[in-house]
């Protein structure tokens, strides 16, 4: 068994059973953890952090950051 007919083997078994009766899988993508935590950071960042930072700055209104946060 060459390479290719064992990734195939090995792709369909993973997922073969997701499969609709006339699909089949063409390509298998996958990205890398290290790829994806360029937009986690970015995420992390606007959405929790300024938020605090915010809060510590203008107190008096803590029930927007509050909501913003959760």
């Given amino acids: 068994m060459n390479w290719k007919e064992f990734k195939k083997r090995v ?3 993973l997922f073969g059973p ?4 006339e699909e089949q899988i063409l390509h298998v993508v996958h990205r890398h953890h290290f790829v994806m935590i360029k937009g986690g950071t970015k995420i ?7 938020p605090i930072f915010l ?3 203008f107190p008096e209104i803590w029930f927007i950051f509050r909501v913003w946060v959760s």
């Fill in 55 to 57: 809060w510590y700055v």
């Fill in 11 to 13: 792709t369909y078994y």
């Fill in 44 to 50: 992390a960042v606007l959405h929790f952090f300024i």
């Fill in 18 to 21: 997701h499969l609709e009766k």
